[in-house]
């Protein structure tokens, strides 16, 4: 799942600073499992701009809505009489919703999250980065740990040296991490297959990574005739 | 079984066991008279400001249960009555019944006050019962604000009409209602009942007698029943904490432990609830004002039950709650300052003075007086100290057959065992009375319900109360603004709308104008809703299509100053509830049928007291033990009688089946209905139950260190107490043979490999001198009390005297836990010349051996210095631990465990044997350790709650409760996660759904929604936020005109607004 966080108030405020009729869109899937874009935050962030715009005397009109999935113009398409109707939409899907809306329609769509990292939730409240979406799996060779989204370094053969002797990483954002590299030892034993650690990555071909610029998928076989 | 004749009981004692006898009765089948001698019912518990170990509001949670037996369709509640006489036998009782008068007619009263007002008496003359003397009432009174039944009463004592003949009776005059009537006489009259529940409490310790103290004499000096009322914020001081002398917030409070109690002057036992009370009452005073500082004189400090270690230690560590361990001898008084100086000698035995600004005496709890009456008029025998006597084993049956005792009639306890024992009474009476179930009860029959046709065709009623809401709020205008309102066709005043005239007259209107919608604006919704509801329900319209708006306490009441504003205030609360109802839909309720079958997990005392109890209800129980053996719990000798007994009861019951060797593979459904695979070395087997009853036990923990399992001569008390056990007769000991499926070889335990060791020395070879170490391995990881384990060694010791009075004791412990009539046990003890030596926490004794002498080492914490013993035998307390199959069954029923591994159960005051999921109880040690008689009426309540879900054949789901839009949900399971209820699952489509047996209704799941897919009825969204929007919109914008849109169309969600 696609994870994101909201911005904060004043970003959100600046944003909406020229409008005074504006579309509030969340999205159904991805942000409202993590609780950053389903309808219940439309709801809870258009009472908190129309609070702080009557606050500040330049009161707004906002339409609040939601749909399925904001990265199919399907689910938008009801939407676009709407969407015409307002001089900007607040969208709160991830990057992905705003940018579809945003090739449909001519009106500004402003983006209310920021989107974060593909996570999986740890416990209620609480997601972690867990995959990198590299293009190049190799989770089957390192007990399904994977060491570019939970190495700091992407390290293909770790650990390094920045490992401290409680087996955590010496790189600590929210609070001290395990080393990916110890986490896929303990676990290759668990497996016995202590012996893939011995095995010596070449260097990763990050072609497949969107360090070659925008990626595409294409299914032949399910094209439809246009 | 022609002798059960009738189906009705009569429960005597409207305190909280009354009650809950009254409402586990009602619901399962009987019809209850609640017989209480006062004017109100609610007792004692009523009077209490927080309840420990959790510190919750008494009152809130008493107040539910008030109102719920007060509208009980079973339940006659007779106030101000007591009980003459009892004839006849179990099952044909005729008791008789003397009632004095009330002079108010209670059903007329509506408790407004006007009368009170009158009475000539301008000031409140006379100390209030209620208030324990700190507060005053006058001769015309209502007991209590949430009082039930809520009405006047007027005390003959006290009124000067009644005394001297000459009043101007203002009070009549007052009265808008008539329901004064100084005609009224005493009645006798009689009741026909099936069995009887005596259940009249306890009277607080009259602390005048301790005369050290000066109660009565001092000014400053409390008692704790009063203190509690200082502390409630509906007390006479507002809940303020001040002194009675010159209302000044006191500074330093001592706090005097068992005044009354434990002492040969007064009385001998321990009151069992006094050190917790006061450790709550200290850290309530401590919140109410921070610069209280509190003290607690005390002799041991009896903390054993569920979470009252953490409450004292949260006491001491962040509350700086002072606890000194002496006994006071003497309070006097600073006359010039009525401060108080108590003399006491402290821990390192030095005389010491302080002064305090107030003292409260930790009164216990004696014998009632008006319940030793009764016992006579009752013909049921007292015990030694006045409480009622039970059978050892039956701990709620009295020594006449068909009257039931309980509560602190039986000795003093707590509000949890006092519920447990009302809900064991009831099960006992139950049993009794099963072939009779349901022959006095009534249901009552509704029309068919009409289909709302949409469009709100709304009603308003509109209440003058007399002239309590009229005399502030102009109620004409609130009826003809009601009638702008967009969908209201029908608004009108009443002078009582709950009187049964208005009732008859609103069902002609709902008829004749074919209203769908009702809206009345009268009190609080918490005594008349339902009343409402079932009247449109008599008009055949869905209960749920009505709203209450209360436009007296919360509108003239308090603003009685300002008529103007309260009538503009009042229009405004019928606008919001006229938009509430516009929104309104019928909720429907089903019924769901229940397998009449229960499901009892762990065959020890309890499971097998459960079984038997539902069994003799009448219900078929599977008996479910996972060990070859029942009853395995059952060690002691003085319980082996009992087992044999419990064991050939099981064998022949027709209506148990006992699976041994069977562990449950898979429960599901829900209450009413679950399904559940046995699994046994003969096959698994599926089968089909409306409840489930959680009753495993907690076991003697194997100890480590004290050189236990290294040398024979050091073992545990349950080892003791076998190598105790005299050798057995036939009769009492052999397990009958057609049992003996049950009693395959239990695996040997390790202790016993000590035992026999021991027990093979014989009677005399125990040795000489024996030490006894308390509170073994009682650690950070296992800190709690195992409430049994004094009371044990207190036993064994004794015993061992008997056998030998030369022999030399010595129990080393941490604090005596010879709580209530056991402090004989301790009293005894230290007669017959055991040494009691307590050991601080920090220095536990050390056992060692030189050349095969055992020495025992314990710095005496009274003396300060370190004794050693040369004991023959040494005998450890290791407490108990929970069953570990706790967890999987954890897992299995999702209910909880707490951090040591015991049950949790719904509510640890008023639903000790219940799980918070419907339809699932509990009992035995895996809740919380207890006695033998302590477990068994653990287990009794559980099986007679479980016995009110199986009696009633059906159940109803639905109602208020949640739902989900399957359009909207996004399976992000954050409700499933979070529903206190298990209430839902995920089902074929892969989206939540909620299970409508199960829920309750809390709202958690729709107010978290992150895709807004749930709703709750009767509180959606859309209603909510209509009510909000008629409170904020300005009086200046037009009301829009009404178009009979509901919600918005699906998948779009769309709600403009400005």
Known sequence: MIVADQKPIEEILQMLEPYRKVLFLGCQSCVAVCMAGGEKEVGLLAAAVRLARKQQGRPIEITEGAVKRQCDDEFNEPWAQTIQQHEAVLSLACGVGVNKLSERFDVPILPALNTRFFGEVERQGVWAEVCAGCGNCILHLTGGICPIARCAKNLLNGPCGGVRADGTCEVSRNGPRPCAWVMIYERLGKLSQRQNIENIFAAKDWSSDRHGGPRKRVREDMLLET | ?1058
């Open chain 2, 1 to 1058: 079984m022609s002798e059960i004749k009738h189906g009705s009981v009569a429960v005597v004692g409207g305190g909280i066991g009354g009650i809950q006898a009254a409402l586990d009765l009602a619901d399962s089948g009987f019809y209850v008279y609640l017989i209480e001698e006062g004017p109100a019912i609610g007792g004692r518990m009523a009077q209490l400001d927080k309840t420990f170990p959790t510190n919750d509001c008494a009152m809130c949670m008493l107040s539910p249960k008030l109102v719920e037996v007060g509208r009980h369709p079973n339940v006659q509640i007779i106030t101000l009555a007591s009980v003459e006489s009892l004839e006849g036998r179990p099952g044909n009782f005729q008791m008789t019944i003397r009632q004095r008068p009330r002079y108010v007619d209670i059903t007329r009263c509506i408790a407004c006050g006007r009368c009170i007002a009158s009475c000539v008496y301008q000031d409140t003359k006379f100390p209030s019962e209620f208030e324990v003397g700190l507060g005053k009432r006058k001769p015309v009174y209502i007991p209590f604000p949430q009082a039930v039944p809520l009405a006047a009463v007027v005390d003959p004592q006290t009124c000067i009409f009644f005394k001297s003949g000459r009043c101007p009776q203002n009070c009549l005059k007052a009265c808008e209602r008539g329901a004064l009537d100084f005609t009224q006489t005493e009645k006798l009259f009689m009741l026909e009942v099936g069995a009887v529940i005596v259940a009249p409490g306890f009277d607080p310790y009259d602390a005048r007698r301790v005369g050290e103290y000066g109660f009565g004499r001092y000014a400053n000096v409390l008692t704790g029943p009063q203190f509690e009322r200082l502390l409630s914020a509906s007390g006479p001081t507002s809940g303020k904490v001040l002194r009675p002398s010159d209302g000044k917030a006191p500074k330093k409070i001592a706090f005097i432990q068992c005044v009354g109690s434990r002492d040969l002057r007064h009385q001998r036992y321990c009151s069992a609830v006094c050190c917790m009370y006061t450790t709550k009452e200290a850290i309530v005073a401590k919140e109410h004002d921070h610069q209280i500082e509190p003290t607690i004189f005390y002799i041991d400090l009896r903390a054993y039950g569920k979470g009252f270690e953490n409450l004292v230690k949260r006491a001491r560590a962040e509350h700086g709650v002072r606890y000194i361990r002496s006994m006071v001898s003497q309070v006097t008084e600073i006359p010039e300052t009525k401060n108080l100086l108590i003399r006491y000698r402290d821990e390192s035995g030095s005389l010491q003075e302080e002064e305090f600004d107030l003292v409260v005496l930790a009164v216990g709890m004696g014998p009632s007086a008006k319940g030793q009456e009764l016992a006579r008029r009752l013909g049921i025998e007292l015990n030694e100290h006045g409480f009622a006597k039970t059978s050892a084993f039956n701990p709620v049956m009295s020594t006449r057959e068909g009257v039931f005792v309980t509560g602190a009639f039986t000795g003093p306890k707590d509000i949890p065992e006092t519920v447990v024992q009302a809900s064991a009474a009831a099960a006992a009476v139950e049993a009794l009375l099963a072939p009779v179930r349901g022959t006095r009860t009534h249901a009552k029959d509704y029309p068919e319900e009409l289909v709302p046709d949409g469009t709100p065709r709304i009603g308003v009623f509109v209440c003058h109360c007399g002239s309590n809401i009229a005399g502030v709020v102009d109620v004409k205008s609130v009826a003809e603004y009601a009638k702008t309102l967009p969908g209201v066709v029908h608004a009108e005043n009443v002078l009582y709308t709950c009187s049964q005239d208005n009732l008859k007259h609103m069902k002609e209107v709902i008829r004749e104008k074919r209203l769908n919608r009702v809206v009345v604006a009268s009190c609080t919704p918490r005594n008349l809703a339902a009343l409402f509801q079932d009247t449109i329900r008599e008009a055949g319209l869905n209960k749920f299509l009505f709203e209450m708006v209360n436009i007296r306490e919360q509108c003239s009441w308090v603003h009685s100053d300002q008529p103007e504003q309260a009538t503009e205030k009042a229009k405004r609360l019928v606008r919001m509830g006229v938009a509430k109802a516009r929104e309104l839909k019928p909720l429907s309720v089903q019924s769901v049928r229940v397998s009449p079958a229960a499901l009892v997990l762990g065959g020890g005392l309890s499971g097998m007291i459960a079984a038997l109890t539902l069994g003799d209800s009448g219900f078929e129980t599977h008996l479910v033990e996972r060990s070859a053996e029942l009853g395995s719990d059952l060690e002691s000798a003085d319980v082996q009688g009992l087992k044999a007994k419990l064991l050939d009861a099981v064998r022949v019951h027709p209506k148990l089946r006992v699976h041994t060797n069977t562990t449950v593979r898979e429960i599901s459904g829900f209450v009413g209905n679950f399904s559940s695979v046995l699994r046994s070395p003969q096959g698994e087997e599926r089968i089909q139950h409306g409840v489930v009853i959680v009753a495993t036990e907690a076991y003697e923990h194997k100890p480590s260190g004290y050189l236990y399992g290294e040398d024979a001569r050091v073992l545990t008390q349950r080892a003791l107490e076998k190598a105790l056990t005299p050798q057995a007769s036939p009769g009492l000991f052999t397990v009958p043979p057609a049992a003996a499926r049950c009693t395959v070889q239990a695996e040997p335990a390790e202790d016993e490999a000590h035992a026999p060791r021991a027990q093979g020395r014989g009677e005399g070879q125990l040795g000489k001198t024996i030490v006894m170490i308390q509170c073994v391995g009682r650690t950070e990881r296992r800190p709690y009390c195992s409430r049994i384990c004094c009371a044990e060694a207190l036993k064994n010791a004794l015993t061992l005297l008997e056998q030998d009075p030369d022999r030399q004791i010595y129990v080393l412990y941490r604090e005596m836990i010879s709580y209530g009539f056991f402090e004989d046990l301790y009293r005894r003890a230290r007669d017959g010349g055991v040494v009691f030596i307590r050991y601080d926490e920090q220095s536990p004794p050390v056992v060692c051996k030189e050349n095969d002498q055992l020495l025992v080492t314990v710095r005496d914490a009274h003396l300060r210095q370190e004794l050693v013993i040369k004991p023959d035998l040494v005998v450890l307390s290791p407490g108990v631990v929970p069953d570990p199959y706790n967890e999987e069954l954890s897992r299995l029923l999702k209910v909880p465990l707490d951090s040591h591994g015991f049950f949790v159960e719904a509510h640890i005051k008023l639903r000790p044997v219940d799980f918070a999921s419907h339809g699932i109880f509990l009992c035995g040690g895996s809740h919380a350790p207890g006695t033998v008689p302590e477990l068994i009426a653990k287990a009794q309540a559980a099986a007679g709650r479980a016995a009110i879900v199986l009696s009633r054949g059906q159940l109803e789901a639905g109602g208020i409760i949640a739902s989900v839009d399957p359009e909207k949900c996004t399976a992000c399971l954050t409700c499933l996660r979070e529903c206190p209820f298990g209430a839902v699952f995920i089902n074929e489509q892969g989206l939540a759904e909620i299970e409508a047996v199960k829920c309750q209704g809390c709202g958690i799941c729709a107010a978290d929604c992150p895709a807004k897919a749930i709703q709750l009825g009767q509180f959606e969204d859309a209603q909510e936020l209509a009510m909000l929007e008629e409170l904020f919109r300005p009086e200046q914008v037009a009301l829009k005109a009404l178009t009979p849109s509901p919600l918005p169309r699906r998948g779009e969600g769309e709600r403009g607004r400005g």
